[in-house]
């Protein structure tokens, strides 16, 4: 069976150049949070093991953790079967969450009411 | 504490009037696939108890599973910190995937090789 070698730009990006990146924690399963990449993120990311976004509002590469120490270490970078988003298994550093919780999705609407699963960790 | 009541427009849309939400199996931790919803799919979605996305290629609704029979029962419906991503808990039943594979993310890149990590299920 003929082996293809990994290119990021055969991968779907949107009009932005960017492709949603899902990250999960290897040990537990808990999807930690969604954030785009665009090409060089991946090979970024692929190249150092480090998990690397691309932030839109900044306009810049963002090495998760790189201020926070919240590193997300590369464990399996996984695509979809329209190639247009990814999933990315981590051993994550701590908290994922800019508000210091441990995942983004923190907050449920359960009958028809919003519900915060967990508070911010102690610092 | 008051309760906020969860109103699908507060959620953050692109410029197409879409949010990401990611489908997670409840019973394995799976991430099994990421589609795209409308506020309307959303309201549709807590309403039914049927993950309904909205399909950009058709612009039609898309209840998962309607023709294959694989749907997905809402579980839990979870938004994160920025609003503009939601996390669906489901039991998915069968294959998840349109290739007939469990979960979308059944491509891995190692070693800078695309590897593939599971079949398609029989029929």
């Given at each position: 069976m003929t082996e293809t070698r990994f290119d990021p730009s055969t991968l779907r990006y949107d009009a932005n150049g960017l492709i949603p990146c899902i990250a999960q924690e290897?040990?537990?399963?808990?999807?930690?949070m969604m954030a785009w990449m665009n090409a060089e993120a991946v090979a970024k990311t692929l190249e150092t093991g480090r998990v690397t976004y691309w932030s839109r509002s900044r306009q810049a590469f963002w090495?998760?953790?790189?201020?926070?120490?919240h590193v997300q270490e590369l464990v399996d970078l996984r695509i979809d079967c329209d190639r247009d988003c990814l999933l990315a298994v981590v051993r994550q550093e701590?908290?994922?969450?800019?508000?210091?919780?441990?995942?983004?999705?923190y907050t449920a609407v359960r009958d028809g009411v919003e519900v915060e699963l967990m508070e911010p960790l102690a610092d």
């Amino acid at each position: 069976m003929t082996e293809t070698r990994f290119d990021p730009s055969t991968l779907r990006y949107d009009a932005n150049g960017l492709i949603p990146c899902i990250a999960q924690e290897e040990r537990t399963g808990e999807v930690l949070m969604m954030a785009w990449m665009n090409a060089e993120a991946v090979a970024k990311t692929l190249e150092t093991g480090r998990v690397t976004y691309w932030s839109r509002s900044r306009q810049a590469f963002w090495i998760k953790g790189e201020t926070s120490g919240h590193v997300q270490e590369l464990v399996d970078l996984r695509i979809d079967c329209d190639r247009d988003c990814l999933l990315a298994v981590v051993r994550q550093e701590g908290p994922a969450c800019h508000t210091n919780r441990r995942v983004c999705f923190y907050t449920a609407v359960r009958d028809g009411v919003e519900v915060e699963l967990m508070e911010p960790l102690a610092d």
